[in-house]
């Protein structure tokens, strides 16, 4: 393994979307930027404090749902929407981002209690 430069490390590229099979189609995901992930990470932190940890799932989607090319498909005006579908529909996708973005499962649910 070589050691990286400066340059050769900030190179390194986001890792391409992972496809998620829903029965109507197919959905991606993608991995968060660090700043996404702090941006994410500060806003459960809010909800929690707050009493109002509610539609940690749709939050999940909306920052990491993409098309195969990383794009993101939804912005924070689409929560209420995401949140209103499903579970069903939801629950893979989210499954899906927590994996591909080292998220622990239990830490969200802990969220979600609070």
């Known amino acids: 393994m070589s050691i990286l430069n400066r340059d050769a490390f900030l190179a390194i590229k986001r890792p391409d979307p992972v496809a998620v099979n829903l029965p109507d189609g197919v959905i991606h995901v993608r991995v968060m930027t660090a700043r ?3 941006q994410y990470e500060t806003t459960i932190r809010k909800k929690t404090e707050s009493g109002k940890a509610d539609d940690v799932r749709a939050e999940v989607v909306q920052r990491c749902a993409c098309d195969a090319d990383g794009n993101l498909l939804f912005t924070a005006a689409d929560l209420p929407l995401l949140a209103d579908l499903p579970f069903t529909v939801i629950n893979p996708i989210f499954e899906a981002a927590t994996t591909a973005n080292s ?12």
């Open 36 to 38: 996404e992930r702090e």
């Open 103 to 114: 998220m622990q499962a239990n830490a969200v649910e802990q969220a979600e209690k609070n």
